[in-house]
């Protein structure tokens, strides 16, 4: 079956078809920049310009940075405030003129991961974690999804964990990556002491550079890197609208 997966990030959104039955993009990827400010108007006329691009007349999954419940978006942490309580799901079924299953942008991505990634017949508790505007977590119990943890909000050092080591802070700050992986290491190691998992999936853009700064991290449980890396969610979208 194939669906579209589109990915609303901070900074980007992107999309491409995806064979869910492989986990497999059937085309390279479009993004194109999230709109400033990111309104809902704004950022669902963007998507659909990604329907658009690909002439899509199917199935359609959406990942968004956000606290997801029932349709409605809870949270705004990297996007426009406007967003709280708007009922995205039907605001995005109205533009593009049929049902869209949305969900955690991090979520989607762990649920990539469980199923055609390292998260594979893994048991026991798994936290993806992902690394880009914010930090997001996707976290499983024997392979099913708890929605909607927030683990990128723990507070560190006086702020929000995603102020401290997100990886835009890598190039905002200026950080070496030495530093700013030891940063992340900090903050995983934290994540540890509070939910013990068996194993914790690093992604997002910067997961790309893991050979750069994965020697920093001294974490009490297996750390690896994404296998789909920054194309997780868009997978993990099209799953779950498959």
Do not use: C
Not at 125 to 150: H, Y
Request: overall charge negative; aromatic content about 8%; charged content about 20%.
């Amino acid at each position: 079956m194939e669906v579209l997966g589109i990915d609303i990030g901070g900074s980007g959104i992107k999309g491409a078809p995806v064979d869910t039955l492989t986990g497999t993009l059937k085309t390279d990827r479009h993004r194109i920049p999230t709109p400033q400010p990111s309104t809902p108007e704004a950022v669902i006329a963007t998507t659909s310009m990604i329907v658009d691009f690909f002439d899509w007349d199917g199935p359609i999954g959406v990942t968004f940075p956000s606290v997801v419940q029932g349709g409605v978006t809870k949270t705004a942490a990297n996007v426009d405030e406007s967003w709280i309580g708007a009922p995205a799901s039907d605001l995005l079924a109205a533009a593009l003129g049929r049902p869209v299953a949305l969900l955690n942008d991090a979520d989607a991505a762990g649920l990539a991961e469980m199923r055609f990634g390292v998260g594979r017949g893994v048991s026991g508790v798994v936290v993806m974690l992902t690394f880009g505007t914010g930090i997001g977590s996707g976290f499983f119990v024997d392979g099913r999804l708890v929605p909607n943890t927030e683990l990128g909000h723990l507070e560190m050092h006086g702020m929000d964990a995603e102020h401290y080591a997100a990886g835009r802070i890598h190039e905002e700050d200026g950080l070496s990556f030495d530093d700013w992986g030891d940063r992340v290491n900090e903050y995983l190691n934290y994540v540890h002491r509070l939910v013990w998992p068996d194993l914790i999936i690093v992604g997002g853009g910067i997961s790309k550079e893991w050979d750069s700064w994965s020697d920093r991290l001294a974490v009490p449980t297996r750390v690896v890197p994404a296998e789909l890396r920054n194309e997780a969610g868009i997978v993990g979208a099209a799953v779950a609208a498959s």
